[in-house]
């Protein structure tokens, strides 16, 4: 089945994160299109500093930037947030970590009062900012412009100072054996300190997360009380993960 140019691009760069690096040739089977088509792409793609183009294909780019990802699955991550929300009480204490799911969890809060959050996220800032019945406190800390973060020794101070009912986090890859993963450590330590603050910590991620693993170990699933993801995970795949304790919500 033909895909958009869009879709087309997010594929290229989840396979290059997989793999590291791919041919013309072997991406231009994959999509069904010519090579000229995939160079075209290949070319636009690292003015956006998302790849590196090599004689004949492309390597990928240390870490693609979380604006970038927020527009990719973005059916799925409504849902798998509109279903975070619904957790969510008046009066609520909450830590939501920096993600792209995560982040969307803050626009579905609009009928709930006096929910406080405590979050390392700028995108979450950016979305409660206008919302009178949020409070919400920045961890500080040093901004990961990849991440759109606050990470470093004053995040993590910041995070153990408050105790919360929930946390919601996200994640670069998750699978039962590996558990939570991440590409870059301070996020990890981010995760790690939400998690032991937290009477519930719930993953939010879409599918196309299961199967990855990311650089650095986090969390082994059975330490979550739950995780929420979308209906595109198979059954063999729900059943593995069920198996490793946590309730799992497909939406």
């Keep these: 089945m033909a895909i958009d140019r ?4 997010a ?49 990928a780019t240390a870490v693609r930037h979380v604006l970038e990802r927020e527009r990719e699955h973005e059916a799925e991550k409504d849902r798998i947030a509109a279903a975070a929300a619904a957790l969510v009480r008046d009066g609520d204490r909450i830590m939501i970590e920096a993600g792209t799911t995560a982040a969307r969890i803050v626009r579905h809060l609009a009928s709930r009062r006096g929910v406080q959050i405590v979050t390392n996220s700028t995108l979450v800032f950016g979305f409660a900012r206008h919302n009178d019945n949020l409070t919400v406190i920045l961890t500080g800390g040093t901004f990961h412009r990849e991440s759109e973060s606050l990470i470093g020794p004053v995040a993590l101070r910041a995070v153990r100072d408050f105790n919360v009912r929930l946390a919601f986090i996200g994640t670069d890859g ?65 059943a593995a993960l069920r198996e490793t304790g946590p309730l799992v919500t497909l939406v």
């Design 6 to 9: 869009r879709e087309r691009e």
């Design 11 to 59: 594929r290229m760069l989840d396979l290059l994160a997989k793999d590291g690096s791919l041919t013309v040739a072997v991406l231009a089977r994959e999509f069904d299109v010519s090579e000229v088509t995939i160079r075209t792409q290949m070319r636009a793609l690292e003015e956006r500093g998302l790849l590196k183009r090599t004689r004949g294909g492309a390597q």
């Design 174 to 238: 998750f699978t039962p054996q590996r558990g939570l993963t991440t590409q870059f450590s301070e996020g990890a330590e981010v995760i790690t300190a939400m998690h032991a603050q937290a009477e519930e910590t719930w993953l939010v991620a879409d599918s196309s997360k299961y199967g990855q693993a990311g650089f650095v170990s986090v969390l082994p699933l059975a330490e979550l009380t739950g995780m929420i993801s979308d209906t595109r995970l198979d059954q063999q795949s729900v």
